[in-house]
């Protein structure tokens, strides 16, 4: 059993825990909007210090909290699962819970906008309700018949593991947001609500497949899938978002699953 | 201003909201006001698992989880609902398996269990494996199974709602009124019946797991219409929340075989719990914690945390078992735990007192009586079946058992009566409060009171307390309400204003942390998550009973605080000596 003691710590360990830090300046380039002020978007630029460990959502409190209060933004965990703060930051889909300045190269100015294909309420704030609305639309809930049985139904752990990496999704829109499919077309279901639809379509205790099968055949379906893979890169939960779109694609010529 | 009417109106969408939803929408016309989008809610960040003694690896019975959860609470839990929750947890574990949960397996297909702090076979004979889980993603499988299912069951939604009044007539639950966000409108809901289900109150510390929503809006809107709050002073410390960050790691990884060590290398808990070592109850976990800090053994430079070392356990039980946490690990710290140590400290967790209720869910207004119509359930409330410490994985098992009874309990009644007459002027109030905070001229900011309200709470209301620490707190706190009158926001717009919004988060804060240090002061034992340097040990003689902490305003509207007590429902258990 192995002992840890101080003298055999890793580069890694010891710089986790230097007590001491050393801030930095970092410019923050948030793309604001307010409609209730005017009628188009600007960019704003914010200067703070910040230790590079910091994530993104740190620095922006910080704006809110010690230079701007008016900046808008979502955010609830700030660890990465509860899914509010996707925003696009330097350009890319990312959690700004999950995403330390030391990460996206603070000698530059750090761009920070709003999720695109969604509409900008104000900030960073999207309208999120089409988004729920897709993820609705595919059944997302276990469909059995017959009589319950007693006690819990049997899966084996393969079965299980089947759909795990499906299960990890926490609905944050990262991967719909980046698909330039969804950008053009917003009656495209997008990449979060195929990844629902899988979650379920692969269980096997679940014999609602055909119907989700049927829904996703649609002309807005997952046929509009590009395969493009902004949606695997962007997930913040790194799940194979485009692997799965795929296999709902071979399920629905083979009807195996 | 919008009226709306409902039969039955529940204030929040994490675990207990959602599973109260799920049954009352089935019986009466439900709304559901949620300041978040319901899969945002804190019940996806539990990690470990839900106990339940479904005994599908190795002999268990609900019998030997009631005693467990009473001695974890330190026999400050009412006995009579400690024994509904562990009796109902099995089929609180088969309705989330049947609702689509993906528990984690056994080779036999059945739901998998592991072992958990303070959870054991035979009334503490040794660690047992009653934890249903689904890697270390349990809450996040509940709130999305929860969510899936108000879907299905087309549970009526109002999103980013936030709930600032409940509005009582004669007596009686008249509704609620809520500030909607997107627009600034208030909207009245009449209701027959309301359940609150809106969480926890952790930001009132610096160093905590909890969400940055978690305020206490619940209690402290509660509190202020007159009605008690219960046990406010039994906060738990969770021992492992990553150094400074607070954020989570959870007990499942001692679970797994994860080793608690301080500087010296050496597994401490050995000397504090001989039979349960790492997985005692988490008050004394993090208790050693502190001890082995004050005394020298603290990990880094600055000898301010200890290590939980996860590197003797083979990698793929850490991909398959714990795949979340250890991520945390790596994107938080940079660090990688197959190989290192990860460096960890208390975190502020979980509130074990509450708005009290009876086990129907339905809300006291002192120690016998209830308010009709009016429900609360999961951390917002207190049963109370976590006394003075909660064990983990029930506070997963006691959102869907007590969730579930409110929301049968609120639809049933809402069939049972017409709805009580509106007040007049029934949003005033909270017209007063956003009108006032949008109108101050006042030179205080939100988050300067804030830091030094979590500032004092850290060093004064912690683990350790002691007379003068809590007579700071509760100076320190006073000032910063008188300050707080003075609290001005930058944003005056009505779209999104989520500046307005930390302000009256700010002042539920400071209402329910007063309570907290004023409840702690006065109880002069050790119990629990409360610990007094100056008062040791434990006192059944003066203090077996709740604090029960009410408003009371004078006639030129300043408030104070009058403490009663409440005594405890004793069953079948009589207070031992409590060792692990």
Redesign the interface.
């Known amino acids: 059993m192995s002992t840890p003691t101080v003298e055999k710590h890793s580069a890694a360990l010891d710089a986790a825990e230097v007590g001491g830090v050393k801030l930095i300046t970092v410019t923050l380039r948030i793309r604001r909007f307010n409609p209730e002020e005017l009628p188009d978007p600007v960019w704003v630029d914010y200067q703070l210090e910040m230790d590079p460990k910091e994530r993104v959502l740190d620095a922006l409190n910080k704006v809110k909290w010690e230079q701007d209060g008016t900046l808008t933004y979502r955010r609830s965990c700030a660890h990465g699962i509860c899914g509010s703060d996707a925003m696009r930051i330097n350009g890319r889909n990312r959690l700004a819970c999950k995403t330390l300045i030391k990460d996206v190269n603070p000698e530059q100015p750090i761009t920070i906008e709003a999720i695109k294909g969604l509409t900008v309420l104000k900030d960073l704030i999207v309208d999120m309700d089409p988004f729920f609305q897709a993820y609705k639309d595919v059944m997302p809930f276990l469909i059995t018949s017959g009589n319950e049985p007693t006690r819990e139904r049997l899966q084996t752990a393969e079965d299980r593991e089947r759909f795990d990496d499906t299960t990890k999704c926490i609905l944050c829109a990262a991967c719909t947001s980046s698909c330039p499919v969804f950008w053009n077309d917003g009656q495209y279901f997008g990449p979060a609500a195929i990844v629902n639809a899988h979650r379920f379509i692969f269980d096997s205790r679940d014999e609602g497949a055909e119907q989700r099968l049927e829904i996703l055949n649609d002309r807005e379906g997952v046929w509009r899938c590009r395969t493009t893979f902004n949606c695997s890169e962007a997930c913040p939960r790194g799940i194979e978002v485009t692997k799965a779109i795929q296999e709902v694609k071979r399920a629905l010529v083979t009807r195996r699953f | 201003m919008q009226i709306h009417k409902y039969d039955t109106v529940i204030v929040g969408a994490g675990g207990a909201g959602m599973r109260a939803a799920i049954e009352s929408t089935q019986r009466s016309r439900t709304a559901v006001l949620t300041k978040?989008?319901p899969?945002?809610?804190?019940t996806?960040?539990a990690q470990g698992g839900m106990c339940a003694a479904l005994a599908n690896v190795e002999e268990d019975n609900w019998e030997w989880h009631t005693f467990d959860t009473v001695k974890g609470g330190d026999y400050l839990v009412d006995q009579d609902a400690a024994e509904i929750m562990c009796k109902e947890a099995v089929d609180a574990?088969?309705d989330l398996?049947?609702?689509?949960l993906?528990?984690?397996?056994?080779?036999?297909?059945?739901?998998d269990q592991r072992r958990f702090g303070g959870h054991t076979r035979n009334h503490g004979e040794a660690a047992v494996r009653r934890s249903c889980y689904?890697a270390d993603?349990t809450g996040?499988?509940i709130l999305?199974t929860l969510f899936?299912?108000c879907?299905?069951h087309g549970v009526e939604f109002f999103n980013e709602f936030y709930v600032l009044d409940l509005l009582i007539n004669d007596g009686k639950t008249a509704g609620v009124v809520a500030y909607e966000l997107?627009t600034g409108e208030i909207h009245v809901f009449q209701a027959k019946s309301v359940v609150f289900a809106s969480g926890g109150t952790g930001k009132f510390f610096k160093v905590t797991s909890n969400?940055?929503?978690l305020t206490g809006d619940g209690q402290a809107l509660v509190y202020r219409r007159g009605l008690p709050l219960e046990d406010m002073e039994f906060f738990q410390f969770h021992p492992t929340g990553i150094?400074r960050?607070g954020?989570l790691l959870t007990e499942g990884a001692r679970g797994e075989g994860g080793i608690l060590?301080n500087?010296?290398?050496e597994r401490f808990m050995e000397r504090y719990a001989p039979v349960m070592k790492d997985l005692a109850s988490r008050d004394v976990c993090s208790r050693a914690i502190y001890t082995e800090i004050r005394e020298g053994r603290g990990?880094?430079?600055?000898g301010?945390?200890v290590?939980l070392?996860l590197?003797?356990l083979p990698p793929e039980q850490l991909d398959a078992k714990l795949p979340?946490i250890t991520e945390?690990a790596r994107?938080?710290?940079?660090?990688?735990p197959y190989?290192?140590?990860i460096?960890i400290q208390p975190t502020a967790h979980y509130a074990m007192g509450g708005i009290p209720t009876n086990v129907q869910g339905e809300v006291l207004r002192n120690n016998t009586d209830v308010v009709p119509g009016l429900y609360a359930a999961g951390e917002v409330a207190c049963v109370s079946v976590h006394g003075a410490n909660r064990l983990g994985t029930n506070s997963l098992l006691d959102i869907n058992v007590f969730g579930k009874r409110a929301g049968i309990a609120a639809a049933d009644y809402a069939q049972t009566v017409e709805h009580t007459e509106l007040p007049e002027n029934p949003a005033e109030k909270v017209v007063a409060i956003i009108e006032g905070l949008r109108d101050s001229e006042g030179t205080e900011?939100?988050?300067q009171i804030r830091k030094e309200l979590q500032e004092t709470m850290d060093t004064n209301a912690m683990v350790y307390r002691t007379g003068e620490t809590l007579k700071q707190a509760v100076a320190d706190i006073a000032g910063l309400r008188e300050r707080y009158k003075h609290v001005a926001?930058?944003?005056k717009?009505?779209?999104?204003?989520?500046?307005l919004l930390e302000a009256v988060e700010l002042g539920n804060l400071l209402d329910l942390a007063e309570v907290l240090a004023v409840s702690a002061l006065a109880r002069e034992e050790s119990r629990g998550g409360h610990y007094r340097e100056d008062f040791p040990t434990r006192d059944d003689v003066k203090f077996m009973q709740h604090t029960m902490a009410y408003q009371e305003v004078a006639a030129d509207g300043t408030t104070s605080i009058r403490l009663d007590y409440k005594p405890v429902v004793t069953t079948r258990y009589q207070p031992m000596e409590r060792k692990y």
Not at chain 2, 39 to 42: A, L, Q
Not at chain 2, 493 to 499: F, L
Request: hydrophobic share 25%; proline share 5%; net charge negative.
């Open positions: 978040l989008y899969t945002r809610s804190h996806g960040a574990v088969l398996e049947k609702m689509g993906p528990f984690s397996r056994t080779e036999q297909g059945r739901i689904a993603r996040h499988m999305q899936q299912n879907v299905k997107a969400a940055h929503t150094w960050m954020i060590r500087k010296d290398g990990c880094g430079p600055d301010d945390h290590y070392d590197t003797h979340d945390f994107t938080y710290l940079g660090i990688e190989t290192d140590p460096p900011s939100v988050a926001i930058q944003d717009g009505q779209r999104y204003n989520t500046d």
